[in-house]
């Protein structure tokens, strides 16, 4: 079955930086691939997500990206800010197929 | 639309103990999905099911079950409750997708917070 690989589960960066969150899939079948975003508390919500016939999507200051030859795809915020910090879990699945979730990465923007 | 909606949000079990954690959507979807996620970690699937009267096993089954005697209803049964089952659970659902064409997004409930003391 799919199995999917997230790094790194800790990322520190200054505000006002960029965060890149990186994942990989193994099932090659995978065709749809969402971010969620999850604060202390609360539910995950989707953030962003992309499908295997898009290489990118952005949407204001986040972005994902997509290889599907190397399978894997990745989560680019840029300025970050105060209410980026956070949880963010990759995901992938197939047609009619059950979501597979990454381990998460914990976010922390620096003042 | 309510969306996804599971109840109680909070609940003390000794353990020997039974619960049902209730799950329910509004949204008609055919997917519903049972996670669990352990403080600090992430989300790990115990139980989904891809429409009425089907279910099956994710990563982490054991000492749950789950039935879907309708579309809009998922319980997940605890039977004999351990501390090990301590945890937050998440319900999810989401749209079948096309035949062919790629799943959509998944709607999580607020989740159930669970001790087993």
């Known amino acids: 079955g799919e199995n999917v690989e997230q790094h790194p589960s800790t990322l520190s960066v200054q505000e006002g930086d960029s965060a890149v969150i990186k994942c990989t899939y193994s099932?090659?079948?995978?065709?749809?691939f969402p971010w969620y975003k999850q604060e202390l508390g609360k539910r995950p919500q989707l953030i962003i997500d992309i499908r295997s016939n898009v290489g990118e999507k952005k949407d204001q200051r986040i972005a994902v990206t997509l290889n599907k030859t190397a399978k894997h795809f990745s989560l680019h915020i840029t300025e970050t800010q105060p209410e980026d910090s956070a949880v963010y879990f990759c995901?992938?699945?197939?047609?009619?197929?059950?979501?597979?979730f990454g381990k998460g990465t914990r976010l922390h923007i620096l003042p | 639309n309510a969306g996804v909606t599971q109840t109680p949000k909070f609940r003390i079990l000794k353990i020997g103990q039974s619960m049902t954690l209730q799950c329910t959507q509004d949204m008609n979807h055919n997917y519903m999905y049972w996670y669990r996620q352990d403080p600090g970690m992430g989300l790990k699937l115990i139980y989904y099911?891809?429409?009425?009267?089907?279910?099956d096993k994710g990563e982490v089954p054991n000492g749950y079950n789950v039935s879907r005697s309708t579309t809009e209803d998922f319980p997940l049964r605890l039977e004999l409750a351990a501390p090990s089952q301590t945890s937050v659970y998440f319900c999810a659902s989401s749209p079948r997708s096309h035949q062919g064409r790629a799943n959509t997004e998944a709607f999580f409930g607020q989740g159930t917070r669970l001790t087993v003391v």
């Open positions: 099932d090659s079948a995978s065709n749809y």
């Open positions: 995901a992938a699945s197939k047609a009619n197929d059950k979501i597979i």
């Open positions: 099911s891809v429409g009425a009267g089907i279910t």
